[in-house]
């Protein structure tokens, strides 16, 4: 069993920067793939970016690349997302997620998630 704890969400102005963190209880943890997620108002969860167990292979959706970082600490039990040069249009609550299979950017890939961690930026 697998808990995961997000922290470092907050509101912002563009352009400006966040660090996100997902703490885990479990010493399974860093063997799971691990998974940002993001859900605006009215609109479904998407995927945000993904990284293997070891750390050593990422993903990122387009529309986040070469603004945000995926990394984990796996002597800490903790993964993070740093966020920069963020929009408007990156406000949502973010989730953190980890699961035993293949990194993916499906939802059902992963069996545990966080409480989520509320992002708003403003123009």
């Known amino acids: 069993q697998v808990r995961l704890v997000e922290s470092g969400g907050g509101s912002v102005q563009a352009g400006g920067s966040l660090r996100l963190s997902c703490a885990a209880s479990g010493r399974t943890f860093r063997t799971y793939a691990m998974a940002w997620f993001r859900q605006a108002p009215g609109k479904e969860r998407e995927f945000v970016a993904a990284i293997t167990w070891s750390g050593g292979v990422t993903m990122y959706t387009d529309s986040v690349k070469g603004r945000f970082t995926i990394s984990r600490d796996n002597v800490k039990n903790t993964g993070y997302l740093q966020m920069d040069s963020l929009k408007p249009e990156d406000a949502a609550v973010y989730y953190c997620?980890?699961?035993?299979?293949?990194?993916?950017?499906?939802?059902?890939?992963?069996?545990?998630w966080g409480q989520g961690t509320q992002v708003t930026v403003s123009s």
């Open positions: 997620a980890a699961g035993g299979g293949l990194f993916s950017k499906r939802p059902s890939a992963y069996e545990y």
